[in-house]
């Protein structure tokens, strides 16, 4: 799906076909799902218009503002409290009417219908083969199962329906979660691993293997370890993913097809096709350009500083050993113009700002001919001494790098070119050790942490990696995925899932842990939803909202 805008697909596909015909035919019978959606070429088109929604989500600052923040590892930098403060802080003003919730619900229910009507249509079409037949159900069903999975991690009970909405409807439902999962997502899913390809010819569509890996996620958020363990290892082992080493190369913008990467959400380097871009660039990165010896540029970044890393993150990384901190963050700056810090000449290509993960004494920081900026193990949020993490109003702080998309044609392109990787070989490793020691095999679970700890090794530091089946156990899981899957939108679900989100964040996000109740396990339901609900009584805003 590489290389295009899904909906411009569909658009210019039905105008292309219609064109030649506009004066003998009527062009409004050509235009509806009836009329279209009965040819090999117009069920696929509407396929294709099924992935669009995936860009409303993966990439995008709604998304990312409703699986990262409000966590343990990360709360509001300097842009997060100047747009949006209210997700992380879980605020009184945290409600329905947020611009966040509605976008991504509307977007998901878009998915969710087009979805509906593919999956309806296509028993109907003429002129397709069995096999493709099954596919593109396969397909639809897959990307349908993962618009409800995130629906109901983020707002619980929902409206739910697997059939095409035609015309207007108010009516709504609220279906409970596990009739969701057992009426829809799993089957959805079950249906996926039986029916696609084990390869894709295009990158972004759906296949065996990434149906698979998705419904390991599934299981384990279900509790279903056995399977979530079979599957898990099916992908490891039946497929031709492989770790990336180093860990660093994972992340370089010229290597986002590689072969870690399960399944990934397209973006393109062509601004007519690409959509709203992958935003994910400007999020996590601090603002460097209040240093005298740097401007804004495309390879450090346009810094929105949404995302500020707690102390907590901090603290889970052994920097000796491990190479993932180098890897995910950026902790140095060099100069690209000239300029005068602590009264020495600084020339482009010079050091211009380097983060210490220690303390470091004020007459040193003065002295150097750049900023140092130190590490006390203060909060984040606190601290007003002379160039620390989270000084300058939560700017100053390691900025994580995976995202970072230096390939933007222009200093302030938003729309980033890099794909978004939904799934990755990592995760599989994580999913089967939890579910193996959730199942008791404590050993089991170390030997896949293992593997993955081995990858993340500074070479030569491979033996201080290893663990055994005595560490294992929940914090330690949840301190590996933190380390592993930092900014890659897994947070907020994996605590919740583990029955762990008040507890962590209380501990260790001080803005948020004042506020955070038994009801922020859910999201607050659109107002605009709620409004236009002509059954009120039986569709009700969320408890607590």
């Given amino acids: 799906m590489k290389g295009y805008n899904i909906i411009i697909c569909f658009v210019l596909g039905f105008v292309l076909s219609a064109c030649s015909e506009i004066l003998t035919e009527d062009p ?47 709360t509001n930098g300097f842009g ?27 977007a998901l229910y878009v998915g969710i219908n087009q979805c509906n009507t593919v999956v309806s249509k296509i028993p109907d079409v003429e002129g397709i083969s069995e096999t ?26 929902v409206h739910f329906s697997l059939e095409e909405t035609k015309g207007v409807e108010t009516e709504a439902n ?34 065996k293997g990434a149906a698979e890996a998705i419904l390991a996620r599934v299981q384990l ?37 590689n072969k870690e990467f399960i399944w990934t959400v397209q973006f393109t380097d062509d601004p007519i096709l690409n959509g709203p871009g992958n935003s994910g660039h400007l999020y996590f990165i601090f603002d460097y350009t209040f240093n005298p010896a740097m401007v804004r540029d495309t390879e450090n970044g346009r810094p929105f500083q949404r995302f500020l890393p707690t102390n907590y993150l901090f603290s889970l990384y052994d920097r000796e050993v491990d190479a993932r901190w180098n890897g995910s963050f950026k902790t140095v700056w060099y100069a690209n113009i000239p300029g005068e810090i602590n009264g020495q000449q600084v020339n482009p290509g010079d050091t211009a700002i380097h ?35 989270g000084t300058n109003q939560r700017r100053n702080y390691p900025s994580l ?111 948020a842990s004042p506020n955070i109740k038994e009801m922020h396990l859910v999201r607050p339901i659109p107002q605009t939803q709620i409004d236009r609900a002509s059954n009120p009584a039986e569709f009700k805003q969320n408890p607590g909202y």
């Avoid at 100047?82 to 509307?106: E, R």
């Avoid at 089967?432 to 679970?445: I, L, M, V, Y």
């Avoid at 933190?482 to 001080?510: F, I, P």
């Fill in 401 to 511: 790098l995976k995202f970072l998309d230096p390939l933007r044609p222009s200093t302030n392109e938003t729309a980033g070119r890099r794909d978004f990787p939904v799934v990755r070989l990592a995760e599989m490793y994580l999913i089967a050790s939890e579910a193996a020691w959730r199942q008791g095999d404590a050993n089991a679970a170390a030997t896949y942490m293992n593997v993955l700890r081995s990858r993340a090794a500074i070479p030569g530091m491979e033996a201080q990696m290893l663990v055994d089946a005595s560490d294992i156990d929940l914090d330690f899981i949840l301190e590996e995925r933190a380390r592993e899957l930092v900014g890659e939108k897994h947070r907020w679900y994996d605590l919740k899932r583990t029955g762990t989100l008040l507890e962590r964040v209380k501990e260790y996000n001080l803005d």
């Fill in 174 to 207: 609220k279906t409970p979660v596990t009739t969701i999962y057992n009426n829809g997502i799993l089957p959805d899913l079950e249906f996926a691993v039986a029916n696609l390809p084990t390869s894709s010819p295009d990158a972004g569509r759906a296949f």
């Fill in 80 to 106: 997060g409290i100047a747009n949006n403060p209210d997700i992380n802080n879980y605020s009184s003003n945290f409600l329905g009417t947020s611009s966040t919730v509605t976008n991504i619900w509307n």
């Fill in 221 to 257: 958020t279900l509790g279903n370890w056995e399977a979530a363990e079979k599957l898990a290892t099916n992908v490891i082992n039946n497929y031709d993913f492989e770790l990336i080493t180093p860990y660093a190369d994972l992340w370089d913008v010229n290597n986002d097809t």
């Fill in 28 to 74: 409004l019978s050509l235009a509806t799902s009836d009329g279209y959606y009965t040819t090999e070429r117009g069920i696929e088109d509407g396929l294709k218009a099924s992935y669009t929604t995936l860009r409303d989500f993966y990439g995008q600052q709604d998304g990312f503002f409703l699986t990262v923040t409000g966590t343990d590892i990360f």
């Fill in 355 to 389: 983060i210490v993960m220690e303390p470091v004494a004020d007459e040193v920081k003065q002295a150097a001919p750049y900023w140092i900026i130190d590490y006390k193990g203060n909060w984040i949020g606190d601290v007003n001494a002379y160039q620390e993490i």
């Fill in 132 to 157: 493709r037949r099954k596919e593109v159900e396969a397909e639809a069903r897959f990307l349908r199962a993962l618009y409800y999975f995130h629906l109901v991690q983020q707002w619980g009970d």
